[in-house]
């Protein structure tokens, strides 16, 4: 079954200038050593659409066909799919085809405005007088980070008093980036945050799941983004299919900026503040939240591979370049 639906962007008050339009190939590969009798699936697989990120088109393609699939919007905002299978099956692939013109959301970031951090920590501090600020469920611990004073600690060096929110999160990341190492068998998605922070050493899942304990540890809202990244190949090789993969990044909220809604985002895996080459999948509170592909299954065990692509659309590889 395929499921392709057109989107119009979401309106903002600023809209982005100065895009770039990328192609997205996201196969996930199921192989199972028994035949699966009934599935149940659950997956974040569309773009996320908004002034900054338009998804010109996109395809959902899921083989075999399920009974069902349909899409709906969590309560983040995400879109999210839902399909079950009720015929037994020894294989599953699910194929996620976007083009999305990607703009720069943080051309005009200044680090250096904004809020004291401790003056935007007080704001969301309760008062039943005061409006409801939607990003204080964004400071609670969660399923994958939960909140340690270790962390607190660690986020202190970086939020001295009277630092600017973002200013003092983009030295967070720095230090992120300097002090840990990229270890993709070193750890698990169950894998402990503290483990992974008294390691120092993990993925980039880690990576966010640290730094977003560090800023909810002294009480600012940080959000878990999922996405991809667009890589380089090697200087006079060509895009390969499968070359890139899914990526996660940090969303911290810094009161007194107004680009993006105050949402700044931060990738301290490689020390960067997103631009074009970042493709939004979805946010919510950490990776249990929006995880690209999951499911429940009544069978065996199974084997899995996925691909990811990420590249200009008029660089977009065919099948001919593996």
Do not use: K
């Not at 969301?124 to 964004?138: G, I, K, Q």
């Amino acid at each position: 079954m395929t499921l392709p639906t057109p989107l119009t962007a979401s309106p903002q008050t600023t809209p982005c200038s100065g895009g770039v339009t990328l192609g997205v190939d996201h196969e996930t590969a199921y192989r199972y050593d028994a035949p699966v009798e009934l599935a149940h699936h659950l997956g974040y697989l569309r773009p996320l659409n908004d002034a900054c990120q338009v998804v010109e088109a996109y395809e959902l393609t899921v083989t075999p066909a399920p009974a069902d699939l349909i899409e709906t919007i969590d309560g983040f905002g995400n879109t999210r799919c839902t399909f079950a299978l009720y015929a037994p099956h020894e294989s599953l692939t699910v194929r996620a085809s976007s083009r999305v013109t990607v703009h720069p959301r943080f051309d005009q970031l200044d680090p250096d405005t904004g809020l004291p951090w401790e003056a935007a920590v007080q704001r969301l501090r309760y008062d039943a007088a005061a409006p409801f600020a939607s990003e204080v469920e964004f400071t609670f611990p969660s399923t994958y980070v939960p909140l340690h004073a270790e962390l607190r600690e660690y986020a202190l060096l970086s939020f001295t008093p009277g630092r600017p929110v973002a200013q003092a999160a983009v030295d967070l990341m720095h230090r992120i980036h300097a002090d840990f190492s990229y270890q993709p068998a070193h750890t698990q998605v169950s894998t402990p945050i503290l483990e992974a922070f008294e390691d120092r050493a993990g993925v980039c899942q880690d990576f966010a799941h640290v730094m977003i304990g560090c800023l909810r540890a002294i009480g600012l809202p940080a959000r878990y983004v999922s996405g991809y990244l667009m890589s380089q190949p090697p200087a006079g090789r060509p895009r390969l299919i499968g070359a890139d993969a899914s990526h996660a990044w940090v969303s911290v909220h810094c009161a007194g900026i107004a680009v993006n809604g105050g949402w700044v985002d931060l990738d301290p895996t490689n020390d960067v503040v997103p631009g074009t080459a970042h493709v939004i999948l979805a946010v919510g509170r950490d990776y249990s939240d929006v995880t690209p592909l999951r499911g429940v299954i009544r069978g065996g065990g199974h084997e899995l591979d996925v691909r990811v692509t990420v590249a200009p659309i008029n660089e977009f590889p065919t099948e001919g370049d593996v």
